[in-house]
């Protein structure tokens, strides 16, 4: 029997290892990757961070401030788990899939490729990554599409025309580099709004958090102005337009029946919470999350959710947000 498992090696598994290290717990982390990093392993390599390093650190350790004193990149923050893991000897298990997680008695066992577990507490902590979401339009295209999931950069879509669909901070990075080689146009649901530039991702933790205890705090944006944003905006191309309503087999077409010849779509749609392990519980709520109290989930006390966004508390799926989430947890425990 173990007294704590963890499901997830990346930031969020890794913060609540070290709390329940401090606490001094019996625990063992649990990650389906060959190598640590979780997924910043597989984003594009030019994609920054929202937050200077001194903001995006987990517990006990700061982030090392990159080479050219600006935000951090997917490279950088690979470096940085890689050597927290190490530095605080977390007991990480690789590669290990879970692929269920059941109720056992007294316990909940967690079943994997690489045998079985019997834990007092399970913290699921496998993020959304590995399942990217593409809303469904009617119609059909024959071009090429890909998923956030799928970038790497901008160089396969030299001189072809480009839609990127998304009015997020991955939709942003991705138009403002692309832009560069292609000819783009950006789609999104909502104009997007772009937070000035003095500001950066602490605002929009400390913005997530005052909505969580019910304060109202402003519109604030939600696009972090990190330095290629802020040349794609000086070079006039961070201008979106409405969403199409379908497909056509050479590009997009809008309501007005106004359409748009291309060659790729990308799709910065977002991604769903990795849950799927959870299932023999049975916890889903109609919107296809499990109804939690903070982290803990309200059907199944022994099991704790963490870093899957602000339903498992504020900004929690970012480092800052997992850090301080993870810690509350733990002492919740």
Known sequence: MTDVVVIGAGQAGLAAGYYLRRAKRDFVILDAQERPGGAWRHLWPSLRLFS?????????????????????????????????EQRYQL????????????????????????????ANTVVSAT??????????????FGGRQLHTVNYRGPEP??????????????????????STVAETTWVTQRPPRLLPDELDGRALFEHATRRIHGESGGDLGDIVAVPPVRDARDRG??????????LTPDGVAWADG???????????????????HLAPLKLRGPDGLIPVDGTRALGEPRLHLLGYGDWTGPASA????????????????
């Open 52 to 84: 200077p390093a001194q903001h995006s650190s987990l517990p006990g350790r700061m982030m090392p401030v990159p080479a050219d004193g600006g935000y951090p990149t997917a490279g950088d923050t690979v470096a940085y788990l890689t050597d927290y």
């Open 91 to 118: 007991p990480v298990e690789r590669p290990v899939s879970v692929r269920a997680v059941r109720r056992d008695g007294d316990a909940l066992l967690v079943e994997s490729d690489r045998g079985s577990w019997r």
């Open 127 to 140: 993020g959304t990554w590995w399942r990217p979401y593409v809303p469904h339009y009617p119609g059909a």
């Open 157 to 178: 879509f030299a001189g072809k025309r480009v839609v990127i669909v998304g009015g997020a901070n991955s939709g942003a990075q991705i138009l403002a580099e692309v």
């Open 237 to 246: 191309v961070l201008k979106a337009e409405p969403m199409f309503a379908r």
């Open 258 to 276: 106004s359409s748009l010849p291309v060659d790729v779509i990308i799709w910065c749609t977002g991604f769903r919470p990795a849950l799927g």
């Open 318 to 333: 970012t480092l800052i947000g997992a850090s301080r989430t993870a810690r509350e947890l733990i002492r919740r425990l």
